[in-house]
């Protein structure tokens, strides 16, 4: 029987793809009472933000479920039993010494009383926090330990057999003869279980017999030998093909996604989906692959084990938790995209403003001028991801831009007081939720990630900027000079339209015009910033003191210059 896979064929039968597997569930489960999506992942270090893909691809579908009028729930399975593998980036090299014991059961790296996975477990659970997603946990050490799937290790024992057919017959015979595997000496050794010793704490162990529940085994470290009841001792667990079979059944799971390695043909889903229906009498869940999630503007891709391990918790200094699950949600889940930390952030941003911000009329004349083939591209499927939104996060149809936002609040020192009265001046006027929400970010995005784009006002006269400015030029500062001494920059609109004003004497013609008024902004903002361009002038003029402008003009120095 074929894999329950749903790919974009599937996806095609609704506006919005996850209504589209929420009916495909319902069809196959029309008296279930409580449908279960599922996500899960071992806690080996920092929770990479690629991760979260899983979690909203569920999150999709649990929602659709129940704005059908259904139960759903969504849970993670931490599988903070599994062995730790290898030492990651940032964690001291001392750390290999733990290499082959749980996750559990390590001391943290940061010398707190919370175990190793804890720490990392945490990390994660207060970023999704954010997301305001209802998310069930299981922690896998607890149940394992607690003897809740000992009935099932006694299955898969009693089974051990059939389960190796089925892992061979999943193996192609050049992958054999690489591991030099033979089916009849496979058959009889293999055993769907590790044992962690108890004498090290390591699964660096060999079974010597199993008889139900009782098992032999040799540590392979101290040579040692015992005999246990592993319902007795819970130092047992099912390797992660037959594990995730066997949860499936346990927690009645009807969907479940995950990345391309699970996905590919005769890899983990393939595996265990045989393994439930033959071994533990279950129907795999509904499967689904997602795509990979890039980066713009740090030269790495997300990855636990690279050194530049992106979190939730550093995207959701520059992203709001809405804008990111909005960035998700609207894409069919195989479908790739990038998170950016460079301007590209500036689109995003806005993409979702003017959906949110326009009238339902515009929407779809909206969505034809943005056709992509990243992007779910019907109006209702926009507006059911609208919805969903707006079920669990307050969106603002007046939210103040993030480009403008950044380019602002620097001018003023991120002082969220100054802005308002900044805003004012300008004759502008945003929800001042949006401005308190976004102002950190927009501060983190420059800072951190942008530093060439932090406007700082010069404290010394720009000496060679003066010297490449012509006498034309020269002369529209001078007028500007007097006006600032004369007026002051107080009055934003007035400043900007004596700006765009001083070029209309020389210049008649519209584009002339527009060339030379760009040639003088871009010569006072060197003189003020060093750049070339910069924050909107006559706002930045504003906040601005005339002493300074001045002092940087240096009227009374042009002709010593």
């Known amino acids: 029987m074929q894999s329950k896979r749903i790919g974009e064929k599937e996806f095609s039968a609704a506006p919005y793809w996850a209504d589209a597997v929420a009916d495909i569930l319902i069809a196959a489960h029309p008296d279930k009472k409580t449908f279960v999506c599922a996500a899960g992942i071992s806690p080996s270090g920092s929770v990479h933000f690629g991760n979260f893909r899983e979690i909203v691809t569920s999150f999709a579908v649990a929602q659709a479920l129940k704005d059908k009028g259904k139960k759903a729930e969504l849970i993670f399975s931490w599988d903070n039993f599994d062995r730790f593998r290898k030492v990651p980036a940032g964690i001291p090299k001392e750390y290999e010494q733990y290499v082959g014991k749980p996750l559990s059961g390590i001391p943290s790296a940061n010398n707190t009383n919370e175990s190793y996975a804890e720490v990392y477990q945490k990390e994660f659970q207060d970023a999704m926090k954010e997301f305001a997603i209802s998310i069930i946990y299981k922690d896998q050490t607890k149940l394992y330990t607690a003897g809740t799937y000992d009935r099932h290790i006694i299955t898969a024992i009693q089974k051990r057999k059939e389960i190796a057919d089925i892992l061979l017959a999943h193996m192609t015979d050049k992958g054999k003869e690489l591991k030099g595997i033979s089916d009849r000496e496979y058959r009889e050794s293999y055993y769907p279980i590790s044992v962690y010793s108890r ?24 040579k040692e030998e015992e005999e246990i009841d592993f319902t007795q001792t819970h130092i047992v667990k099912l390797n992660w093909k037959i594990d995730w079979a066997m949860r499936w059944m346990h927690e009645d799971v009807c969907f479940e996604p995950a ?17 439930a229906r033959k071994i533990f009498n279950t129907e795999p869940p509904m499967f689904t692959e997602f795509g990979f999630v890039g980066l713009r503007g740090l030269g790495t891709k997300m990855s636990g084990s690279s050194g530049k391990n992106i979190t939730p918790a550093i995207l959701l200094t520059i992203y709001e938790p809405a804008l990111l699950l909005w960035m998700y949600l609207r894409r069919l889940p195989k479908q790739t995209f990038s998170l950016a930390f460079d301007t590209e952030v500036y689109r995003q941003y806005d993409e979702m403003d003017k959906i949110f911000r326009m009238p339902k009329a515009n929407r779809l004349k909206h969505l034809l001028k943005i056709k992509k083939a990243n992007i779910n591209r019907t109006d209702g499927a926009e507006k059911r991801v609208a919805e969903m939104l707006k079920k669990i996060h307050s969106i603002s149809r007046n939210p103040i831009p993030f480009r403008q936002l950044v380019g602002l609040a620097q001018i003023i ?44 006002l010069r404290t010394e006269v720009n000496t060679e900027a003066w010297k490449e400015i012509d006498e034309e030029n020269r002369e529209y500062i001078r007028q500007l000079g007097e006006y600032i001494q004369q007026y002051g920059t107080g009055n934003i609109q007035e400043t900007e339209k004596f700006l765009y004003n001083l070029p ?11 060339k030379a008024q760009r040639t003088l ?13 910069g924050p909107r002038l006559s706002t930045f003029l504003w906040s601005v003191s005339a002493k300074q402008l001045l002092h940087l003009f240096s009227f009374n120095q042009v002709e010593e210059l």
Do not use: M
Request: proline letters at 2%.
């Open 199 to 222: 004498f090290t704490g390591k699964d660096a162990t060999e079974i010597l017999s199993c008889d139900n529940t009782t098992i032999r085994y040799r540590c392979k470290i101290t």
């Open 259 to 275: 990345g391309s390695d699970h996905a590919a043909p005769n890899g983990s889903y393939d595996v265990s989906s045989e393994v």
């Open 413 to 456: 020192q991120w002082d969220e007081a100054k802005l308002g009265k900044l805003l004012v001046a300008s004759g502008q006027s945003f929800d001042s939720e949006t401005i308190r929400a976004r102002l950190p970010k927009a501060k983190t995005w420059v800072t951190e990630y942008n530093t060439d784009a932090l406007v700082t």
């Open 504 to 514: 209309k004497v020389q210049y008649t013609n519209e584009n002339d015009l527009k």
């Open 521 to 533: 902004f871009k010569h006072i903002y060197r003189l003020l910033i060093g750049k070339d361009a």
